[in-house]
Each structure stands twice: as structure tokens, then as C-alpha cells.
């Protein structure tokens, strides 16, 4: 029934500081997906200039790291009383506050509700049903207060505690600890996937706990580094983070999402043969901002960067440019791409010179634009002189003018340049540092909508967290190619980063493959505002969103920025603070927020340059434009449907419907039934009725269907740990069948001449751009037993007409309306089921076939990716990180695939460097441990 995904990961042991790469970054080639740089070599290449010894050298970071994560299982609360239960003073009657609940018990009073609140850490929420003559008294015990809405209900919030980084005095972070008994990690690394799922557990985190835990990082300094800046830099830590180098304290980070670094040539380090030294590392993720699995640990990728004294500072490098002549196509298809005539490119870096001798700079930078479809360079500059006393910044600009014949970036065509900015100090070269962009025009029309290099882009995008299968939190690069593949095979174009800042991997994936990013930020509202809990004010997340804007901004695939998600955004006030810092840092770029404020003209939409919706019908849409008919507007978020892989309709005719608020528990057949099945596989109307609200109003700039994948966490109820709200693809990334809808009307239906459509391989797309889809397996009517002898069959295509035959007989033809489907309802009868497609010329456009199955005899493997049939590469990198997708699918003596088949499956590994990270087989009730070689088909 359920094909397993494994996910394989090949490394090859290495020690500081022999795994350093040189030259050039290779991000921009799908096949190989990650590459640090220094960027000597090409400074000495590209300009013949003259390198000192101390130009920048960076090393990844992410190998042996020791980790002990503290506690496992559900909750225990401590013994009362509880310090903060002095606060169970002051309930509002009426009122409910938050969503979700981490425990849900029988108590007998507000007051016990309260309490029960108080003894758990990581509450901030609570409300009371005091109960009916049938219906027992309960208490809800929340991590979120967000929303309050009206109910009959008892409800109050505490105070969250203060934050818990772990005392000095811990043991853990003292260098002569010994830990060689914790386990050897390498990150990306979630610390809570493994974690036991209980129903006593936050369903908000799919019933797994949240916790705490340790990294410690042993390692040493080659011996020349001495004297250099050193910095060590994390693309993103979840959550609450505590450093310390040494035994002595280096940092504490409250926020989640955005990159840091911190210097260590500063601190008590060690170079050479003096010794090794220990990075110290407490993380705290027993709370979260998000109603959704985040996990917790060293979720992204790390970096070990040396340079000289006089240095670019990290994310404070970037280019940008404008179109300052005609655009002109070079050829009859988008895919062929775009030249405009003449452009600008402006450089723009922050200089440090942390030289702790009192030395001060005469500092310049150097900048050379490179064409990376042809390594030409295309323009260059250096900016005046400035001079940088020690321990200050000083900001250089480079601007190169009229620069001729430039490609631009595109859906159809991503053209890409890379920048070379040097540093040079006395003509000499002592810093450089690569930055991928793009060239491209962007203009929100409020009657016409997007407009990209001048062509009117319709956006067809979807929202996805930032979790996956197995893996939880920590997503390999290979398998974010894999996603964003999967959604340009339907015809997608734009992925909103839900609802936080990605790792930096997806931005760039996105720029080489021409898709559009509403790149997000994620803490807004203060301590509760987004619905979690952080210890962040207002002001810390305004600098979380220049964080973010500073990042990301030289990446031609962010076309617009975000500053919040719904009940985050509900302080209007807020807006014009998050705009302020989006245009100090970037400026080139449209601002929105996915959330129509309060009232005809709400307060935050003049802080916006697009409005942004969330789930609203094509009326408000209507009176939106209306009453603003100036302001451009985008369904940043819509089209929840549940649904669930290879479970049809006829088998499950009344799933569990999409606001379900009692009896969660159950699945299509009862509630107290075990069957996992909880949803079927047929959505057509749902989606198709809330995409048309965008895709019928040109005023509007498109949508982004909630989701493409299904997630981890957000549980409706045990033992569902995932949310299926997927349209694309289930939790371990294999298609649902809804994928065919959208095909047939995002891909299919659209015009090879329209900009927005996604520049497929004949290899991805099998070669046929028009779509036939059966959505049933062909098996036996489920209620064959007691004599039924029909089954519904529906046909997804873009074809005017669809004919379904039973084994080389038509059993009846049916047209097909714009975003319809073709139903029929067919006699069973072993063999074949096949669905022809058919213009209105008479002409075949497409087929598709089912075929009936015998009983499981054997296993059939594949790879996912990379695969040139998913347009995910052709070949791994040998570089200790990179991902395999393994696919086991069982089938019968026929080769044909057993839709029934549940055999457990175990993955082993017979020869090579690999080993088995995690299996998932789609299944939302999963129970099973992720890292475990097996899993249940």
C-alpha cells in the first residue's frame, strides 16, 4: 500500500583542517550541491592580484559533534506546589485562549486546571470545560495563547518563565569533561526526532516531547590560523542556544530560525600544537514559536572561517542590479530566456578591521562580476579608498554602469552571475568572499498582478515547514533539491518559506532552478505573538528581521519579503517597524505579510507594498480591490485539503472532516478503530474551488496552496503525527494523487509561451507535457463481500475528453470542464483500467493505466534521487553529506505495484561508505523510530 523512502548518507572521515575546499563555489550546479570556499585562488585567477597569507579560508564545520539530548517521553510535571501557580488569581469566563493543547485531563475546577497548568514549563495557556451532564469536566494545557477567541469556556494565561540557559557551573560545559560516552553526530542534526512518541505529548509537535540538550565540539586551529580572525558561524541552531569556548561563556542566541557567528580569535583558543580546544554548546528547545515540529539541535550547517584582521563581516556582502535598457527575448520561449540591454550592478560590503594592535587600514574593494554560464567576466570596480581605524566598520560601494547584453533570471531561465568581492589593503589582497545572484525586474500591478523582467508571471506556489520524513528538523540539502523538483513538476513556481527563515541551501536551489521565494520572517508579535513562545521583544525581532533581509538579499529568487504569519501579525502597529528595517537593508524588493488586517482599510496595509492573504474567498478578495484599488494583492496562504495517499474515496467515503473539533481520535471507520486511515485520496473540488478564488482575478498575483508536503507536527488527534494537508506529495515525499489535478491545470493547461511555467526536462516530465491520471487503484470493490461489484473511478486531466476502458473496452467517455474531473462509476473486472485523453480534434493526448494485482512476492528498489527523471542530478558528492532517496515498492510476480502490501521492510547496506539515516513510508500514523532501518510498507 505504501511504498518506504530511505534516505542514505555517504561520508568519508576527515580532520581539521585537511577537508578545506578551494576555488570556487559550485552552488549553482544541481549536481553538486554544496561547496565552502575560499576564494584566493579565483581573486589570483579572475584579477592577477596579490594574495596575503591570511585570505579566507573556510572549512566546514558540521562533522563529530558530541550530543547527549537530556530526558526522553512525556512530560512529567514536578511535584506542587508550582512557583508560578500564585498566579491562578485571575480567570476571564467566556473566552479561550491558544490552539492545541501538550495535556488535555479531567480536573474538577478552574482552579485545579490552573495549577495543572503552572507544573508544566513550558504553559503559558490554559482553559476549562466545566463540563455537562454527559460531558466531564476538562482541562487543556497550552504552550500558546494565540488566539483568543469567544467560547464557553474558563480560561486564563501565566506568565512564561524566565529563559533557562543551562547554569555556568553545568558540567557540560567545562573543556575537561569527559563525554566520549555521548554519541558521535554529524549535523544537520535533530536531537528530538528520535524522541518517544506518547498522546501525552504536544500534538502541535506530532507527540513527540520537546527537550533540551548538548553539543560538544572538539577540535583544533592549524597553527598559521594564529594572529588571523576566526569565527565560527551556524546557519541556525533551534532553539534557545548557550555557548561557551574553553570553559569560558561565549554567546547566548534566544532566536531559532536566523544565522550567527561568533568570533574566537578573541577568546581563549588555542592554536597548533598547544592543544585542542572544546566548543560548549546548551540548547534549549523545551519551548518553540511554532504550533509545528521545529525538533531542536544544530539543525542547519556549520562553518570554521579564517581570514585576515581586515575582513568582510559575515552577511554584510551583497549585490543587487537594475535593468537600465530595453528587454529583449532570445528566442520564441521563456526558456530560452531573457537580455536586457544594459544594466547596473552595485556591490555593497561592511569592512571590519578588528585588529587589536591599533593598526589602521587604508581599505578598498575590488569587484568583479562573472557570468556563470560562460566564466567570462562581464563588469569590475573598486570602490575609494576609506580608512578603518582598528576596531571600527567602514561600508564600500562599487558601482559598474551600462554594462551590456545582460541574461536575466527567470522561471524559465535563471541566468546567474557571481560577484568576487575583494578586500585589499595596500593594493594587496587580503579577504574575498563569493556572492551568487541574478538580474531581474519585479512590479506588483493592483489590477494585473506580478510582473517579472516586464512578462506578467502568474504565481502557482505553495507553503511548506521546514520538516520531512525521518529526518525531522534536519533536511539534507539533496532531498530540499528533491522538494523543490517535485513542486516544478506540477507546475510550480513559488515556495513560501512557512513560516520562518530557511536554511540558506533552499535559496540557493531555488535561484538555480528560476523558483520564486516569499522569504519570511518569523518571530514578530513579542514573547506570544506567533503563536509559540519565545523570550524575544519586539526589538530583538526587528533585529531578527535584519538578520534575515541581510542574509538573503543578494538572491534573485526573493521576490518579496515577509513579515509575519496570521495571528503574528494581529499588531498592526508593527508593520511600518518591520518595513523600516526591510528597506535600511535591501530596498529592491516588495514587502507583505500573509494576513488582511482589521476593518475596510486596515492599519498595516499601508505599511505593505502587497497585501497578502490568508484562506479568503473570492468575496473579500472582490471587496479588497474594490475599497483599495491601488494595492496589489496576493494569496500568500490558501486551499487547506486533508487528504491521504492511496487510501480511495470508496474505501474511505467519510473521512474526518477538515475543522474537526471532537472526535479527532478517530479515523474513517470509527473512532475507536486502528486502521491509520483517516482521510482519502480524492481533493479535486476542495482544491479547485479555493485555487479558482486567485486564479480567476488577474488583480490578484496567484496563490500558495497550504501545503505542498505533508508535515510533522499540527497532529489532528492520535496517532496521527503528521498533518495532510499536503496537495503535492506525503511526509516522505511520495506523490499523493492530488499531484495529478494540479499537473493537469498549473502545468498541462498552461502555455509553453507564458513566463510563468517551469522549464521541464523531457526526462522529468516523461515526455508529455498533457496529463491522464487515475486516481483509484484498480482493486476489487471494497464491499466485495457483501456483494458490491462497482467502484468509482475519477480521471484527472487537462484533456477536453477522457474515455475509461476495462481491459481494451470503453465503459464510457466524459468531458471535462476547466478544473474538473471526470467521474465514472465502473463494474470490476481483473486486469486493466485505462484512461485515454483526447482533444477536441479527435486526437490522443494522453493515457494512463492501473493494473489489478496478485499477492506480494518481491521488492522492487529504485533511487529517487539523484535521478535525471526527477531532475535531481545524476550522481552523489563524496562529501561526508550528501543524500541518497531509496524507494522500496512491493510487487507482485508481475511486476505490478500491491497497493494492499504492509510487509515490514528493512534496508541494509551491502558495500560502500553509506549508511541508513532514516525510512518513512508516508503513513500518518507512523509510530515507528525514525533512524530505525525499517519500516512497515
Known amino acids: 500500500r505504501r511504498p518506504i523512502h530511505i534516505l542514505i548518507t555517504y561520508r568519508f572521515e576527515t580532520k581539521l583542517p585537511t577537508d578545506t575546499h578551494k576555488g570556487t563555489s559550485e552552488l549553482h550546479s544541481v549536481d553538486k550541491m554544496r561547496s565552502t570556499t575560499s576564494a584566493s585562488m579565483i581573486v589570483a585567477v579572475v584579477m592577477g592580484l596579490p594574495t596575503t597569507a591570511a585570505s579566507r579560508e573556510t572549512i566546514n564545520f558540521d562533522f563529530a559533534w558530541r550530543q547527549m539530548t537530556i530526558g526522553s517521553g512525556p512530560p512529567s510535571p ?27 485531563k479531567t480536573v474538577e475546577t478552574w482552579q485545579d486546571c490552573c495549577d495543572l497548568c503552572a507544573s508544566y514549563d513550558t504553559c503559558v495557556a490554559w482553559d476549562f470545560n466545566p463540563g455537562t451532564d454527559l460531558v466531564e469536566p476538562n482541562c487543556y494545557v497550552k504552550d500558546n495563547a494565540i488566539p483568543k477567541v469567544k467560547a464557553d469556556r474558563i480560561t486564563g494565561r501565566l506568565p512564561a518563565l524566565p529563559p533557562s540557559p543551562a547554569p555556568p557551573e553545568s558540567p557540560f560545559a567545562k573543556k575537561d569533561f569527559d563525554d566520549s560516552a555521548w554519541a558521535l553526530v554529524d549535523a544537520p542534526h535533530d536531537m528530538l526526532i528520535e524522541g518517544k512518541r506518547d498522546p501525552t505529548n504536544p500534538a502541535t509537535q506530532g507527540f513527540l516531547p520537546r527537550g533540551e540538550g548538548w553539543y560538544r565540539k572538539h577540535f583544533k586551529l592549524p597553527a598559521e590560523w594564529k594572529g588571523q580572525a576566526v569565527w565560527v558561524y551556524f546557519e541556525g541552531i533551534f532553539h534557545e542556544t548557550t555557548m561557551w569556548i574553553n570553559d569560558e561563556p561565549l554567546s547566548y542566541h534566544p532566536a531559532g530560525y536566523t544565522s550567527f557567528w561568533h568570533r574566537l580569535d578573541n ?47 559575515p552577511d554584510r556582502v551583497w549585490v543587487h542590479a537594475n535593468i537600465t535598457g530595453s528587454i529583449r527575448t532570445n528566442g520564441p520561449s521563456p526558456a530560452d530566456g531573457l537580455t536586457a540591454a544594459t544594466a547596473m550592478f552595485t556591490a555593497e560590503a561592511v569592512v571590519a578591521n578588528t585588529d587589536d594592535t591599533g593598526s589602521d587600514a587604508s581599505v578598498a574593494l575590488r569587484v568583479s562580476i562573472v557570468d556563470l554560464s560562460s566564466d567570462k567576466e562581464v563588469a569590475s570596480g573598486t570602490s575609494a579608498t576609506a580608512h578603518v581605524a582598528s576596531g571600527a566598520e567602514s561600508a564600500l560601494k562599487v558601482t559598474m554602469a551600462d554594462v551590456p547584453d545582460v ?25 574575498s568572499v563569493n556572492v551568487t545572484t541574478g538580474v531581474r525586474s519585479i512590479a506588483f500591478d493592483a489590477n494585473k498582478g506580478l510582473f517579472v523582467n516586464e512578462k506578467s508571471v502568474k504565481l502557482r506556489g505553495f507553503c511548506d515547514h521546514s520538516n520531512f520524513g525521518g529526518v525531522g528538523s534536519a533536511v539534507p540539502d539533496r532531498v530540499n533539491l528533491f522538494r ?15 513560516h520562518n527563515p530557511p536554511i540558506p541551501a533552499r535559496l540557493h536551489i531555488m535561484d538555480s532552478l528560476g523558483m ?8 514578530y508579535g513579542g514573547q506570544h505573538g506567533q503563536g509559540g513562545s519565545t ?82 474567498s473570492g468575496d473579500v478578495m472582490d471587496n479588497f480591490h474594490q475599497n483599495n484599488p491601488t494595492k496589489p494583492l496576493v494569496s500568500s496562504e490558501c486551499c487547506s485539503c486533508l487528504s491521504q495517499r492511496g487510501e480511495d474515496e470508496d474505501a474511505c467515503p467519510n473521512p474526518r472532516p477538515s475543522r474537526c473539533t471532537q472526535g479527532c481520535t478517530g479515523s474513517c471507520y470509527g473512532k475507536n478503530d486502528s486502521s491509520g486511515v483517516f482521510y482519502n485520496n480524492e481533493i479535486s473540488e476542495c482544491t479547485s474551488s479555493q485555487v479558482a478564488y486567485s486564479d480567476s482575478r488577474d488583480f490578484n498575483a496567484g496563490t500558495f496552496l497550504w501545503s505542498g508536503f505533508d508535515y510533522l507536527g499540527e497532529s489532528r488527534g492520535w496517532p496521527q503525527t503528521v498533518k495532510c494537508r499536503g496537495a503535492v506529495a506525503d511526509i516522505a515525499g511520495f506523490a499523493k494523487e492530488s499531484f495529478g489535478w494540479i499537473r493537469s491545470w498549473w502545468l498541462s493547461n498552461i502555455s509553453k509561451g507564458d513566463f510563468g511555467r517551469p522549464t521541464l526536462a523531457a526526462e522529468h ?64 473486472a481483473p486486469g486493466n483500467l485505462t484512461a485515454v485523453g483526447y482533444a477536441t480534434s479527435g486526437a490522443v493526448l494522453g493515457s494512463f493505466t492501473r493494473l489489478s494485482y496478485g499477492a506480494a512476492t518481491a521488492l522492487r528498489v529504485s533511487v529517487d534521487a539523484p535521478n535525471v527523471h526527477t531532475g535531481t542530478g545524476s550522481a552523489l558528492v563524496a562529501d561526508g553529506e550528501d543524500t541518497a532517496m531509496v524507494r522500496a515498492e512491493v510487487v507482485d510476480a508481475d511486476g505490478n505495484l500491491v497497493f494492499s502490501a504492509n510487509n515490514n521492510i528493512t534496508f541494509t547496506i551491502t558495500s560502500g561508505p553509506g549508511r541508513v539515516w532514516a525510512t518513512h513510508s508516508g503513513n500518518p500514523a507512523s509510530q515507528h523510530p525514525p533512524s530505525a532501518p525499517w519500516e512497515p510498507a
Not at 82 to 101: F, H, I, L, M, V
Not at 412 to 431: C, F, I, K, S, W
Not at 785 to 796: D, E, K, L, P
Open 535 to 616: 523570550e524575544e521583544t519586539v526589538a530583538m525581532e526587528l533585529n531578527d528581521m535584519a538578520d534575515l533581509v541581510q542574509r538573503d538579499r543578494s538572491h534573485p529568487s526573493v521576490l518579496i519579503w515577509s513579515f509575519c504569519n496570521e495571528v503574528g501579525c494581529n499588531n498592526e502597529s508593527s508593520a511600518a517597524l518591520f518595513r523600516q528595517v526591510a528597506y535600511a537593508h535591501d530596498g529592491t524588493r516588495p514587502v507583505t505579510q500573509n494576513h488582511l488586517g482589521s476593518g475596510t482599510h486596515p492599519l498595516s496595509m499601508y505599511s505593505l507594498d502587497v497585501q497578502g492573504m490568508s484562506h479568503k
Open 484 to 498: 523543490v523538483q517535485t513542486l516544478r513538476a506540477v507546475g510550480g513556481n513559488a515556495w513560501r518559506m512557512a
Open 407 to 431: 541574461q536575466l533570471w527567470s522561471v524559465g531561465r535563471p541566468a546567474l552571475y557571481e560577484m568576487v568581492a575583494t578586500v585589499l589593503v595596500n593594493g594587496q589582497v587580503v579577504d
Open 267 to 313: 577568546q581563549s583558543v588555542v592554536y597548533g600544537d598547544d592543544g585542542e580546544n572544546v566548543l560548549s554548546i546548551y540548547v534549549n528547545a523545551l519551548s518553540g514559536t511554532g504550533w509545528w515540529y521545529e525538533g531542536g539541535g544544530l539543525t542547519r550547517h556549520n562553518y570554521l572561517v579564517s581570514t585576515n584582521q581586515v575582513h568582510a563581516v
Open 516 to 523: 520564486i521565494a516569499m522569504d519570511e520572517n518569523r518571530d
Open 78 to 104: 514536578p511535584s506542587p506546589p508550582s512557583p508560578r501557580a500564585k498566579n491562578c488569581t485571575a480567570p476571564e469566563t467566556g473566552y479561550n485562549y491558544g490552539t492545541g493543547a501538550i495535556v488535555s
Open 765 to 828: 516530465t516523461g515526455g508529455n507535457d498533457d496529463t491522464v491520471f487515475i486516481v483509484e487503484s484498480w482493486r476489487a470493490p471494497y464491499g466485495a463481500a457483501s456483494g458490491a461489484t462497482t467502484r468509482s473511478i475519477h480521471v484527472y486531466s487537462n484533456a477536453p475528453t477522457v474515455t475509461l476502458f476495462v481491459n481494451g473496452k470503453s465503459v464510457g467517455s466524459a468531458s471535462i470542464d476547466f478544473f474538473g474531473t471526470a467521474t465514472f462509476n465502473v463494474t470490476y
